[in-house]
């Protein structure tokens, strides 16, 4: 580890308290045959970790990230990429977010479990393919990984803020039946997110396919809608 990494995980490590550690270790499920099993805590809470990103993002280079993106501790790799965040939406050149973006795409493999997921492809991804075409994510989406299906899937939290649903949808229709909760509840929150801008568009995809859905989907896609209407969702009546 160079002295720079080295640096920012004595940084973590004196933020962390061993209690938040074997807190975190069960509730991202790093037991044997779990989503995120073997990985490994420091204890240090979100808020004191984006703090440390907004101060390390300056000066951190992408072999500083890139060592901090592999190593075993959870919140190594996530300040990372929080600090990597930052840095993406500060550049403004365009050849230059195209270095990040491919940066990003060739460590896919360490944003592996699901808050890394949320905290950065929408912002990075989602960003820099926001007009472009996006074959990309739905070569994740049909990928047996995963992180990279939640990547994907995650990535169009970009264009529903912008009021783009068509691919977000899309995605969606993809992975609306697989087998893992984590994309139930990725597919539902972003249905859900549509029907927040345009109730319309959610309800129609709904009523299309509610009666095949993961029951878990369903209710995060509903849980805003008005209760009436939940309840016959719920209940079949739709």
Not at 2 to 12: R, T
Not at 102 to 109: R, T, V, W
Request: hydrophobic share 40%; aromatic share 14%; proline share 4%.
């Amino acid at each position: 580890m160079s002295p720079e990494a080295e640096a920012v995980f004595l940084w973590l490590k004196d933020a962390g308290n061993p209690e938040k550690a074997t807190f975190l270790q069960g509730f991202f499920k790093t037991g044997p045959g779990e989503y995120g099993e073997g990985d490994l805590f420091l204890g240090v809470t979100v808020p004191q970790q984006r703090q440390i990103a907004k101060t390390l993002a300056p000066q951190a280079t992408l072999p500083l990230l890139a060592e901090l993106l592999q190593h075993p501790y959870h919140e190594m790799r996530l300040t990372g990429l929080l600090a990597f965040v930052y840095r993406f939406e500060k550049t403004k050149q365009e050849a230059d977010r195209q270095v990040l973006v491919d940066f990003y795409l060739e460590h896919l493999d360490y944003i592996n479990n699901w808050d890394l997921v949320d905290t950065s492809c929408s912002q990075v991804l989602g960003a820099f393919y926001w007009k472009k075409e996006k074959s990309l994510f739905f070569s994740l989406a049909e990928s047996t990984h995963l992180w990279r299906q939640r990547i994907s899937m995650i990535s169009a939290f970009y264009w529903i803020r912008k009021g783009e649903f068509t691919d977000a949808l899309a995605l969606a229709e993809k992975l609306k039946n697989h087998p893992h909760d984590l994309m139930h509840k990725a597919v539902g929150w972003m249905v859900r997110e549509v029907g927040n801008r345009n109730f319309e568009v959610a309800n129609e995809f709904l009523s299309k396919n509610y009666r095949s859905l993961p029951r878990t989907l369903l209710r995060y896609a509903i849980e805003r809608f008005p209760e009436e209407l939940r309840q016959d969702y719920l209940k079949g009546r739709v």
